[in-house]
């Protein structure tokens, strides 16, 4: 297939890159850089099979030639307001990425015959009160809180995906998706992975919010893509929950990081640091994904934990 994706330098475009361009695939990449990285696509240099677009995908996306799937990743994910990639940091470019750009990668698949692929996220359930969390559940989202610009967004998009589907018969697909972790997530991100992976390589405690009892479920990146593939090449119209159902409390997930990093310098426990309607618990009930793609997760925490500290290390300038 020839493949246009947007968010093609971000952390999990660029793995998704990867995956395409190894199943034998041609892919047109597109990214604005405006919280993805060229980084992250370096590897690709030279690649025949692989263009590259910077441009905004809330602008009008022109591509010629055929395109037989459009998936859809441009966005900013990150909730930390104290990052500059954080979303809340960037609420008029987030809201434009789900509603202008998604509704521009759907009007390419239209006049293409392209089938589309949208990145839809866990955070359409908002704070929920179903747990776990199934793709009938409809949601508790604040619509004009402070993640609303994100929550919002990825909702509208999966409106107008299913509205291309019904008013167009454009062939679509939405991936709900879970936290994911790996190689390539930026240092200065802010979120809970790498926030706590460098405090433990330096030597640091670990930050702990509240008593630690919020939980988040983590999926390495290499499987979170598998799962992705799979749906692209299903059948299934219907939103797919992707993501790891194993739950780890946070103080859980801090004792397991600092293990692997022979860390001894404990935890730093701080009042409770909730933003907006953040989650106390969030995990996946990935019955569906297992049935209609025959996926489910398959490498560890500690698994994945170390590759990624393997990156970390070199990114941080320790190997």
Do not use: C, R
């Given at each position: 297939m020839r493949i246009l994706l947007t968010g093609a330098a971000g952390f999990l475009g660029s793995h998704l890159c990867d995956r395409l361009l190894a199943e034998g695939h041609q892919v047109v990449g597109l990214d604005n850089f405006i919280t993805g990285s060229p980084a992250n696509i370096a590897q690709l240099a030279g690649n025949e099979?692989?263009?590259?677009?910077?441009?905004?995908?809330?602008?009008?996306?022109?591509?010629?030639?055929?395109?037989?799937?459009?998936?859809?990743?441009?966005?900013?994910?990150?909730?930390?307001?104290?990052?500059?990639?954080?979303y809340s940091n960037l609420p008029i470019q987030t809201m434009k990425a789900g509603a202008l750009g998604t509704h521009n990668c759907l009007g390419v698949c239209r006049a293409l015959g392209a089938r589309f692929l949208l990145a839809s996220t866990s955070e359409i359930y908002g704070d929920p009160l179903e747990h776990p969390q199934t793709e009938k559940y409809w949601g508790h989202v604040d619509p004009i809180g402070p993640r609303s610009m994100y929550d919002e967004a990825k909702r509208f998009a999966e409106a107008m995906t299913m509205a291309y589907r019904l008013a167009h018969n454009v062939d679509t697909r939405i991936a709900r998706i879970f936290n994911t972790y790996g190689p390539r997530m930026r240092l200065d991100d802010g979120r809970v992975v790498p926030n706590l992976l460098q405090q433990a390589l330096r030597g640091e405690p670990l930050t702990v919010y509240g008593d630690g009892t919020q939980t988040r479920s983590f999926c390495y990146v290499e499987d979170l893509v598998d799962g992705i593939y799979r749906l692209l090449l299903s059948e299934e119209h219907l939103p797919v929950n992707l993501g790891n159902p194993l739950e780890t409390s946070i103080l859980e997930f801090a004792r397991i990081i600092n293990y692997l990093t022979g860390n001894t310098a404990g935890m730093d426990f701080r009042p409770d640091k909730r933003y907006g309607n953040d989650p106390q618990r969030r995990c996946p009930d990935i019955t569906r994904a297992r049935t209609l793609l025959g996926w489910e997760p398959k490498v560890s925490l500690e698994d994945g934990l170390i590759r990624t500290l393997a990156y970390f290390k070199e990114k941080m300038g320790m190997l």
């Open positions: 099979k692989f263009t590259f677009i910077k441009q905004d995908v809330s602008e009008y996306i022109s591509v010629s030639g055929k395109l037989d799937a459009v998936l859809h990743f441009a966005s900013p994910a990150s909730p930390n307001p104290d990052s500059p990639y954080g």
